[in-house]
């Protein structure tokens, strides 16, 4: 079974702090994605990568950045935490195109 | 640009009841379509999938026909069990490299016994 895993489950940090979130596929998959989760508005993409050391931005990549140095880990960095970024963060690996997006079980971050 | 839209919940049904949640879905080309769920306190996992008109996707009693005519992929289920509260995500995605999966905004379900 493909896995995907989060550094965290849980998390506070306070404002202006860095963050880093990190994500690892054990499946070899070649695309990662980062969203976050609020209510009311569903998943919203961040960034993705579809290769080592390449990125996209989503969505909403605004506050946020990412680092792909190897192809089985994906990282979200929050450069200066603010309060509305407390969210759930959910991470995400995918192979080819039309295949299944495969996801970790989320960190639940806190900014105070 | 692509995207979907699913009826807004909650959702709240007694046990054994039928259940269907809308979706339906804008997208240039011909998409694959999903329908993902989110228990409590943990991240989406795949319910189930169709990659073409026409197509049927089931699992675990829930079934899902992808209607090009009416651009829906309306999820269903005969019978809800306590255990299938949870949230419910429609999705799509189009045949570009380099793309991510677009989803709805969610329907949370909430079955009593």
């Not at chain 1, 702090?17 to 994605?33: A, G, S, T, Y």
């Not at chain 1, 963060?89 to 806190?110: I, K, M």
Request: proline fraction near 3%.
């Amino acid at each position: 079974d493909v896995k995907v895993t989060q550094s965290s489950r849980y998390l506070v940090k306070r404002t202006g702090e860095k963050v880093f979130l990190e994500c690892v596929q054990d499946m070899d998959h070649e695309n990662m994605f980062w969203y976050r989760q609020d209510p009311g508005l569903g998943l919203r993409l961040i960034y993705f990568s579809y290769d080592v050391k390449m990125k996209e931005k989503g969505d909403i990549p605004e506050g946020y950045s990412v680092s792909r140095e190897k192809k089985e880990r994906f990282s979200l960095i929050l450069e200066s935490a603010s309060t509305n970024q407390t969210s759930m963060y959910l991470c995400a690996s995918r192979s080819g195109t039309l295949y299944e997006q495969y996801f970790g079980p989320g960190t639940r971050l806190t900014v105070t | 640009g692509d995207s979907v839209t699913q009826m807004e919940g909650p959702v709240t049904l007694s046990e054994e009841a039928f259940l269907t949640i809308n979706c339906t879905y804008t997208a240039t080309g011909y998409p694959s379509l999903f329908w993902y769920v989110q228990y409590p306190g943990e991240g989406l996992q795949l319910l189930l999938k169709a990659t073409k008109a026409d197509d049927k996707g089931s699992n675990k009693g829930f079934e899902a026909t992808y209607r090009k005519e009416t651009t829906s992929f309306h999820l269903e289920k005969g019978s809800v069990q306590v255990s299938d509260s949870a949230v419910y995500f429609c999705a799509l995605i189009t045949n570009q490299a380099g793309t991510a999966l677009i989803f709805g905004k969610g329907t949370t379900l909430s079955v009593s016994s």
